[in-house]
């Protein structure tokens, strides 16, 4: 139900700093464990509810259990990226309270949470509501844009990238963001919903009926867990899996090109989106941080960025593109990187 991680990047009177993220596929908290460092938890954002047997209760049940458990009911309240109606806020705060709750995150804590970058003002004040209406935050709670948060453990172990001129891309699930950052504040900010991760298990799912010549019919969750556990843009292997057969028994099959292919080309979208529709929006907008944010590394972040390989592929082809030479860094962990950085600020604030 979680991967649980400690660091030290906190010193002991930062404790009552919390960062979040409550993504679409994931939801990251970033707590204090204690004993004067840190601690992440990574939980699938989705519920379900069921019955007790004995007391006849409503019991919510969230993360893995609840996908692996009940997955012709589990709910997905932000496959959009944001709580689009009363419905998914209600689902929303159930499932934050309940991982907040699970947990022990302090409720006199100061909480800094990422906000994806998405023309949805609407969207934006349920995911406010949901975070800022729990029972933590009671010393302040503040939001951050997703594409900042999750630059800045990609720039080192402090908040460096506060005070500098940088371009930070987020590959994420619903939608993929570009924005350059003068000192912390937004320039030329971007998201396309067409260049996603999720686009990309919708294209696995589609190969890997192609591949098997129509025998095999996945769904999107096991499209995504093809891509996370065996997506390897340099070293990729091909795999074996078996499905049940509706009449009875089952059948093995491999998948070759079905991760490979909407995995490359997602590469090749990406570059094309950066390169051709933000960089020169940016270059008209703000000339001179353009050229500044240029001769620094571009730090790629989100779920995307997981994959083996994808953040250099991403770089070589993005030269290639701009006919000039561009780095590119990552954090670590881009996955939860988004909540490192909103725990930092969040640090700060304290």
Do not use: W
């Not at 679409?24 to 019955?51: F, K, M, N, Q």
């Not at 010549?213 to 891509?227: L, N, P, S």
């Not at 028994?249 to 080309?265: C, L, M, W, Y």
């Amino acid at each position: 139900m979680s991967d649980d991680e400690s660091t030290d990047i906190n010193e002991s009177d930062e404790s009552a700093a919390v960062g979040v993220k409550l993504g679409s596929t994931r939801t990251v908290l970033d707590i204090p464990d204690g004993r004067g460092g840190r601690e992440r938890h990574s939980v699938l954002t989705c519920l379900a509810t069921y019955e007790d047997a004995i007391t006849g209760d409503e019991k919510v049940l969230f993360g893995e259990e609840a996908a692996v458990e009940y997955p012709d009911r589990v709910r997905f309240m932000l496959r959009s990226g944001l709580p689009e109606d009363d419905d998914s806020v209600a689902d929303a705060e159930r499932f934050f309270e309940a991982v907040v709750d699970a947990h022990d995150v302090p409720e006199d804590s100061a909480v800094v949470y990422a906000v994806p970058t998405i023309d949805n003002e609407a969207g934006v004040e349920n995911l406010k509501s949901v975070i800022e209406g729990s029972s933590i935050g009671e010393v302040e709670t503040r939001s951050y844009p997703e594409s900042l948060c999750g630059a800045i453990p990609a720039y080192g172990d402090g908040l460096d990238a506060i005070d500098e001129v940088f371009v930070s891309v987020n590959l994420g699930s619903t939608t993929m963001e570009a924005c350059a950052y003068r000192r912390g504040e937004q320039l030329s900010p971007f998201s396309t919903g067409s260049v996603t991760g999720n686009e990309v298990d919708r294209r696995i799912v589609a190969a890997v009926e192609e591949e098997t010549q129509g025998r095999v019919h996945i769904d999107r969750t096991t499209a995504r867990e093809y891509k996370e556990q065996h997506g390897d843009v340099y070293d990729f292997e091909p795999f074996t899996d078996v499905v049940q057969q509706p009449g009875g028994g089952s059948h093995e099959f491999t998948v070759d090109r079905g991760v490979q292919e909407p995995i490359d080309r997602y590469i090749d979208e990406a570059v094309d989106v950066v390169a051709n529709e933000f960089l020169p929006e940016l270059a008209n907008d703000h000339m001179k941080p353009y050229q500044l944010a240029l001769g620094r590394p571009i730090a790629a972040t989100g779920g995307m960025a997981c994959i083996p390989g994808l953040v250099e592929e991403f770089e070589k082809r993005l030269c290639e593109e701009l006919d000039r030479e561009v780095e590119i860094v990552s954090p670590e962990e881009p996955a939860v990187a988004a909540a490192d950085g909103a725990a930092r600020i969040a640090a700060r604030l304290v």
